[in-house]
């Protein structure tokens, strides 16, 4: 228990310091302060930011592509990796193409997105589950293939059925690792979404940031940055609580 506060307490400590070093950067003109706004404006540009409707409903849209595209994404991928994992013919088929596919930049699929679905909810979606869902395929057939054989042996001799290893056998063994891949998962979602939003959007908190950008409205710009952060940490925090309490289920 001490240790864990004492990783928080570091934790806490580097982003103070992070925010500390680039106040001072601004402040004393170390760094152009046109090129780089002082952390202090920037979080008083962030707080008021989030006072304007607009901008609340941009992250409203923004948060519902990235939780449709990952409600999708995962169940669809766990099951083609749970598929994949326990076909010997078929993994070693399809795991050089999903290394493959896995290892091209994303991005470059993003004009057929719209050319297919438009500018609109379905292509931010659509283009966040592609983001997703390969990460999602690698590390379910990695979690199956981590269940100990000697579980499954004693659950089929004890006359387990199908459904009753999955939850019983299966399911416990793979949490703790699936939960890791859930916090690598949201990454490739989250910035799947937000690199569709700004590169073809009419809304959502990607398209607000790249017009700052384009506009060069820097406070706006790390403000947005900056509440990407924390909606990412705060994401990893929550499944990382909960992969440390099913992480003794794993044995």
Not at 160 to 177: D, G, K, W
Request: charged letters at 15%.
């Amino acid at each position: 228990m001490a240790g864990t506060l004492g990783q928080k307490a570091a934790r806490a400590a580097i982003v103070v310091a992070l925010f500390a070093v680039w106040e001072i950067l601004s402040r004393t003109g170390i760094v152009n302060p046109r090129l780089l706004p002082s952390a202090s404006d920037t979080l008083a540009t962030l707080f008021e930011l989030l006072q304007r409707a607009s901008v609340r409903k941009d992250l409203v849209v923004t948060a519902s592509e990235v939780l449709t595209a990952f409600v999708l994404a995962v169940p669809c991928g766990a099951v083609i990796g749970f598929a994949i994992a326990e076909n010997r013919y078929f993994a070693e088929v399809a795991k050089p193409l999903l290394f493959f596919a896995f290892s091209i930049p994303k991005s470059i699929f993003l004009p057929m997105f719209i050319l297919v679905f438009g500018v609109g909810f379905s292509e931010k979606v659509g283009f966040g589950f592609f983001s997703t869902i390969f990460i999602v395929i690698m590390s379910t057939t990695t979690a199956v293939e981590s269940v100990k054989v000697e579980h499954l042996t004693v659950a089929r001799s004890y006359g387990a059925t199908a459904l009753q290893t999955a939850f019983r056998v299966y399911l416990p063994s793979m949490l703790p690792v699936l939960l890791e891949a859930l916090r690598i998962s949201m990454i490739f979602n989250l910035t799947g979404v937000i690199l569709a939003e700004m590169y073809a959007s009419r809304d959502g908190i990607g398209h607000l940031i790249s017009n700052w950008g384009e506009n060069f409205q820097l406070p706006q710009l790390f403000a947005g940055v900056i509440l990407l952060a924390v909606v990412a940490i705060a994401f990893n925090e929550t499944v990382r609580f909960l992969e440390h309490r099913v992480s003794a289920w794993r044995t």
